[in-house]
């Protein structure tokens, strides 16, 4: 495992969203630098995004108090479909090896089955709420960001497929901590080798975070304050035809025991188009066949339980 710093874009010609004119020379070398940093490494750091870290910290405040209850208390808030929580052991993002040591709460818009430990944590679904249409707002921008910067004349061509119904998510994740009594099993992560499913995904981390180079080598990405990860899913693949490649990523048990020791805290925001929307490769390339995106999000999110 090595080292590796994430490359940061500064992004903040992106945010004036009413006005941002591609042609205007910083807004049109920002998205140059995001796509080739995605094409180059599968991953670039975000700074001035505009999400204040407030907004995460609050999040992930509400869900620690929430993942501090006993489990017979969560069960109440067990998922149903893709929301709600999924406690250490139940979610294996690499299916077939055992679930992954971690609490997990999601939030997805619209669903009217989400209900909320209001007792416990009286200010989680303000907060996932809040975060959630940040990131919804930057994630529209970064769409644009891709097609401008593809060299796409249309600079709404994937942001279009994500105006709908879909299955965009947003989840806190406490991976608790590593201690003598912990019983893992062989083979148990905190995060298991994946790669993401949607069009793209926001990941506010503070170091844990290893990543596949194209060299096959795992380079371990630390946390750079003030900043947000992007990687983009498979469905971004397959619609650029492999232009932007979706890096397999994990969340190993750390070597170190003061890591291991450690709680890990990370708050992620899922894009995925809208479910009805039907992805094809961008060139007309058949490298892949279409795919209706609830067609694909399901099987995939079907194996992780
Ligand atoms: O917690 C993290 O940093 C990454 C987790 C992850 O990759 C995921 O839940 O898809
Ligand atoms: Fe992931």
Excluded at 74 to 102: C, F, H, M, V
Excluded at 116 to 128: C, N, Q, T, Y
Aim: overall charge negative; glycine content about 8%; some cysteine.
């Amino acid at each position: 495992m090595e080292g590796s710093a994430a490359n940061v874009v500064d992004i903040s010609p992106l945010l004036q969203i009413q006005t941002m004119d591609f042609k205007e020379p910083a807004s049109a070398a920002v998205c140059r630098d995001l796509v080739r940093e995605i094409t180059q490494s599968g991953f670039v750091a975000l700074s001035n995004h505009g999400i204040p870290i407030e907004s995460t910290d609050k999040l992930i405040s509400n869900s620690s108090s929430f993942f501090a209850q006993d489990d017979a208390f969560k069960q109440k808030y067990a998922r149903k479909g893709i929301d709600g929580w999924s406690g250490p052991g139940i979610e294996s993002l690499n299916p077939g090896t055992p679930g992954d040591y971690k609490d997990a709460y999601n939030y997805s818009r619209g669903h009217a089955t989400q209900c909320w430990p209001e007792e416990v944590a009286p200010g989680m679904k303000e907060a996932f709420e809040d975060v959630f249409e940040r990131c919804d707002a930057l994630s529209k921008s970064i769409l644009k960001a891709f097609a401008v910067g593809l060299g796409m004349e249309d600079a709404e061509f994937f942001a279009k497929a994500h105006y709908s119904q879909s299955s965009t998510n947003l989840r806190c994740v406490v991976y608790p901590p590593i201690g003598e009594g912990t019983q893992l099993k062989d083979g148990q992560m905190r995060c298991g080798q994946h790669s993401d499913f949607g069009s793209l995904t926001l990941l506010f981390q503070d170091g844990g975070l290893e990543v596949l180079s194209e060299t096959g080598q795992w380079l371990s990405l630390p946390g750079i304050p003030g900043t947000v990860l992007l990687i983009v899913g498979d469905l971004m693949q397959r619609w650029t035809a492999d232009r932007l490649k979706a890096i397999v990523h994990k969340v190993d048990i750390p070597r170190e025991e003061e890591a291991r020791k450690a709680a890990r805290k990370s708050v992620i925001f899922f894009v995925q188009p809208d479910n009805e929307w039907v992805v094809r490769c961008f060139n007309g390339s058949d490298k892949y066949p279409p795919i209706k995106t609830i067609d694909y999000f399901q099987s995939k999110v079907d194996a992780l339980y």
